[in-house]
T-cell receptor, first 115, second 110 residues
Framework: NAGVTQTPKFQVLKTGQSMTLQCAQD?????MYWYRQDPGMGLRLIYY???????DKGEVPNGYNVSRLNKREFSLRLESAAPSQTSVYFC??????????????FGPGTRLTVL | LAKTTQPISMDSYEGQEVNITCSHN???????ITWYQQFPSQGPRFIIQ???TKVTNEVASLFIPADRKSSTLSLPRVSLSDTAVYYC???????????FGTGTLLAVQP
């Protein structure tokens, strides 16, 4: 099992460019999440998908869109990148069976720089 | 979701037991307490979670008093490789959402 995979690992964009960050999990998890982490800070939730076919905003959704393509894949799109979106982006998944807390499994991250 | 407060940093030496305390005064009845570890340039990794009393696994123990307004993560006999940021989080609800604070940077020295 690869767990949670993210592509690309690194990306440099110019202001105004668009791009999509890809995330996939092979654990048959119901829920998937996108976070960003700025230097010296904790992670902040951008969007999440509690189950296939649903998406909801997190703490910092402005400037981002998401697509839950299928149960395995959850993509994050920046339509018009801004320097304030320079960050490390983490994708995570959890079983979220609803019985109790289910741990989240994180991907390796994508380092994005917007010039 | 309940806000958590934990020390910004802690220092320790190899072989010592480390206790990191977290306060979460506004924890709700259905909330769980969970701890994650993050190494530089990596995503967080789940360590332990609990609801009340004491929970122990192969890497840590979690102590939660009866009022659940605080919790203590205990790492027995730390090594250099335990140097990391440790996050205390309160989680609840059907969505499993996590709200991260700035965490505690644990520095283990030889």
């Amino acid at each position: 099992n690869a767990g949670v995979t993210q592509t690309p690992k690194f990306q440099v964009l110019k202001t105004g460019q668009s791009m999509t960050l890809q995330c996939a999990q092979d654990m048959n998890h119901n829920s998937m999440y996108w976070y960003r982490q700025d230097p010296g800070m904790g992670l902040r939730l951008i969007y999440y998908s509690a189950s296939e076919g649903t998406t909801d905003k997190g703490e910092v959704p402005n400037g981002y869109n998401v697509s839950r393509l299928n149960k395995r894949e959850f993509s994050l799109r920046l339509e018009s990148a801004a320097p304030s979106q320079t960050s490390v982006y983490f994708c995570a998944s959890s079983a979220n069976t609803g019985s109790s807390y289910n741990e989240q499994f994180f991907g390796p991250g994508t380092r994005l720089t917007v010039l | 979701l309940a806000k958590t407060t934990q020390p910004i940093s802690m220092d320790s030496y190899e072989g010592q037991e480390v206790n990191i305390t977290c306060s979460h005064n506004n924890i709700a009845t259905n909330d769980y307490i969970t701890w994650y570890q993050q190494f530089p340039s990596q995503g967080p990794r789940f360590i332990i979670q609990g609801y009340k009393t004491k929970v122990t696994n192969e890497v840590a123990s979690l102590f939660i008093p009866a009022d659940r307004k605080s919790s203590t993560l205990s790492l027995p006999r730390v090594s250099l490789s335990d140097t990391a940021v440790y996050y205390c989080l309160v989680v609840g609800g059907a969505t499993n959402k996590l709200i991260f604070g700035t965490g505690t940077l644990l520095a283990v020295q030889p």
